[in-house]
């Protein structure tokens, strides 16, 4: 039997070989590919979030496999990452309070990669990856290296200082347990 992290290895495998293959620069093709090579997994809703005219809140552009709120407010993971430009892993969703926008209760950890550069210099990101899933500690570097490599591949990340360069370390932030 295989572990949960080689499991999530030979999903990305498989999600890097389909995008090459896929239409640059399509969520919606990237959406379908990764929700059906990350599902079985645990991973139980992704989705792309934007910065909404006003900076105020993030707006639910695409999403698989259930709807989602939206507007969602900037105090959230999603808004916390479009601000900080660093990628947000949170281990287990209940210690976040009131500062976790619950769309589903079962959800219990996230990670939030920002995947646009900000329009201005101190404004947030447009466009953040969202991934959730109903088990605590799903996500880790692996998921943020993988993601961002998919990303990239699938024409939907700038290749820019906000996203390039940065180690696993300096790009993202874990919340305490």
Do not use: N
Not at 99 to 125: H, K, M, N, Q, W
């Amino acid at each position: 039997m295989s572990s949960p992290d080689s499991a999530r290895r030979d999903a990305y495998t498989q999600l890097t070989e389909r995008l090459r293959s896929a239409p640059r620069g399509d969520p919606e093709a990237f959406l379908d590919i990764a929700w059906s090579a990350l599902e079985p997994t645990g991973v139980s809703w992704i989705g792309f979030y934007r910065t909404a005219d006003d900076e105020r809140s993030m707006l639910l552009e695409q999403c698989r496999d259930r709807p989602a709120c939206s507007p969602i407010g900037m105090h959230g993971v999603c808004g916390q990452a479009a601000k900080t430009g660093r990628t947000k892993i949170i281990e287990d969703v209940a210690a976040l309070g009131e500062d976790y926008v619950a769309c589903d209760p079962r959800d219990r950890s996230e990670i939030v990669i920002p995947i646009d550069a900000p329009t201005l210099p101190g404004r947030p990101a447009c466009r953040v990856l969202d991934l959730d899933s109903f088990q605590v500690g799903a996500f880790s570097d692996l998921d943020d290296r993988c993601l961002r490599e998919a990303l990239e591949i699938a024409g939907l990340a700038l290749k820019s200082d906000f996203t390039a360069g940065h180690s696993a370390d300096d790009s993202r932030e874990i919340s305490p347990d």
